[in-house]
């Protein structure tokens, strides 16, 4: 049983990377838990294993007393200076009571024990690899799937892709290689839980710093992201370097980094449009393809009232009112948008009420006066 045992933690640690002391300490409590069992004994007991040999020693830990009362667990002290005349009350002797046939008992017992210890051990490591992709973004292969989930292989363990976070355009068939955005990783009872998703601004993100080493490297940085994953994204972009376009660079060269990542996407219309620290700009940028002509803020609630000419207001709502609600969640401000001309009819209607507004002032003071 010795070399057997040996053999297998030595396989253990080489096939799977589970150290040796994390199955040592499993099967030390196990054959503890197997000697109370099986041989009937409530004493303190405490099992060692040797390394080199593989041999399994157990021992009835006893504490020095004046008067013995239980001789499980305490020994006189006449009866310990028989053994070392420099023990002391209070001290601890152990006496080894290994059975004869305790070899045989404790593998059988200890098995599932160890087992379920290595299992654990595995899941640890996998949760603790895993657990570094968190907010990254993983390559995976499509599965199987039923009415909850969708699940990607990422080679050592299965991830979770729910209905919320499958693109709307995409059909997923088992064998299709897809990139996933990893939103959680759990350790639960029944070991790691990782959850990904297609929809997540976080995957536009990180295929841009694959597609774009000027991203990946901090010379250009996105500064913020509105998605509808399967439809349309704007990607707000900022350059450290003022010799460097940053919408350009995302683009490339006749298009390929940008449409590298709309066919990964499958379809999913991009704009790119360049982030500016001042507000003005910025919501006029994040309009784009509209033509802004002026940006009026509120101070109070931050909101603002966006003027373009009359025949662009169709496009900078956009179809189903999608381009003004991505630029409004890029950012961060709630946008009202008017045409050349109402603008025009609101301030003259706010002119006449005010000019309204004054002749009733000055008849009211001038009826004070003649009274």
């Known amino acids: 049983m010795s070399k057997e045992m040996l053999n297998a933690l030595n396989a253990l640690e080489t096939e799977k990377g589970i150290a ?6 499993a099967l030390e409590a196990a054959l503890v838990a197997a000697y109370k069992r099986n041989y ?16 399994i020693h157990v021992f009835a830990k006893k504490e020095v007393v004046e008067e013995v009362f239980d001789s499980r667990l305490e020994v006189g ?12 009350l209070g001290d601890e002797i152990k006496f080894e009571v290994t059975p004869k046939d305790f070899g045989r008992i404790a593998a059988q017992t200890a098995k599932q024990v160890i087992m379920q210890r290595v ?37 050592k363990i299965e991830a979770v892709l729910s209905k919320q976070e499958q693109m709307p355009n995409e059909v997923y068939q088992p064998h299709d290689r897809i990139k996933v955005y990893v939103t959680k990783v759990e350790n ?29 490297d901090g010379t250009v940085e996105i500064k913020s ?5 399967g439809d349309r994204s704007k990607v707000a972009v900022f350059s450290r370097d003022e010799n460097i376009d940053p ?58 009232i966006v003027v373009v000419p009359d025949y662009q207001l169709s496009l900078a709502i956009g179809k189903r009112g999608q381009n003004a609600r991505l630029a409004a969640k890029l950012t961060s401000r709630k946008i009202d948008i008017k045409s050349e001309s109402d603008m025009i009819a609101m301030l003259e209607e706010q002119e006449a009420a005010a000019e309204a507004i004054t002749e009733e002032a000055i008849e009211e003071i001038s009826e004070q006066v003649e009274e």
């Open 20 to 25: 040796k002391e994390i199955v040592i300490e």
């Open 40 to 55: 009937n004994q409530a004493q303190n007991v405490e099992v060692t294993f040797d390394l080199k040999k593989g041999n």
């Open 77 to 88: 002290i006449e009866e310990a200076h028989t053994i070392n005349n420099a023990y002391e």
């Open 119 to 155: 299992r654990e051990a595995e899941r640890s490591i996998i949760y603790n690899e895993f657990v570094g992709y968190e907010e990254d973004i993983m390559q995976g292969i499509v599965e199987r799937q039923d009415n909850r989930f969708i699940y990607v292989n990422l080679g």
């Open 188 to 216: 639960t009872s029944k070991g790691p839980q990782i959850f990904v998703s297609r929809t997540h601004p976080g995957l536009l993100k990180r295929l841009f710093e694959q597609e774009v080493p000027e991203i990946y």
């Open 225 to 229: 992201i509105a998605r509808e994953a």
């Open 247 to 304: 919408v350009g660079t995302c683009v490339g060269p006749e298009g390929r980094r940008v449409q590298a990542i709309v066919n990964e996407l499958k379809g999913e219309k991009m704009d790119i449009v360049e982030w500016d620290e001042d507000p003005a700009v910025f919501v006029s940028n994040a309009l784009n393809p509209a033509q802004v002509l002026t940006v009026q803020f509120n101070e109070e609630d931050g909101s603002c």
